[in-house]
């Protein structure tokens, strides 16, 4: 079984900045695929906000947070981060990361792994 945990989360004030950490109980979890991190805001429907192809890392970021937010990996450590900036209230939402069976799948935008979620509370 797949097990993808996140880490990281906490409350913030306006500003700040926090790193979130997607760790793969698999070093094969992310292997010849890759991950992805999404958020949910209360009330709100989960928001893709940028995903990694793990063995090249290249990475995409959604344009309402590029600038702030980096996603990064650590194939060592089968870990992927999301670095997060000059955070927002209207950041806060529980963070997810989710990972691919299959590069294809990734490449198609499916997710097939996903892990609890970490909260961010930014506060102003």
């Known amino acids: 079984q797949v097990q993808l945990v996140e880490s990281g989360g906490g409350e913030v004030q306006a500003g700040g900045s926090l790193r979130l950490a997607c760790t793969a109980a698999?070093?094969?979890?992310?292997?010849?695929?890759?991950g992805a991190w999404f958020r949910q805001a209360p009330g709100k429907e989960r928001e893709f906000i940028g995903r990694?192809?793990?063995?090249?890392?290249?990475?995409d970021i959604v344009e309402s947070v590029r600038g702030r937010f980096t996603i990064s990996r650590d194939t060592t450590q089968n870990t992927m981060y999301l670095q997060m900036n000059s955070l927002k209230p209207e950041d806060t939402a529980i963070y997810y990361c989710?990972?691919?069976?299959?590069?294809?799948?990734?490449?198609?935008?499916?997710?097939?792994?996903w892990g609890n979620g970490t909260l961010v509370t930014v506060s102003s």
């Open positions: 989710a990972a691919s069976a299959s590069i294809s799948r990734w490449s198609g935008g499916s997710y097939d792994y």
């Open positions: 698999s070093e094969r979890t992310f292997e010849n695929t890759g």
């Open positions: 990694s192809r793990w063995n090249i890392g290249t990475t």
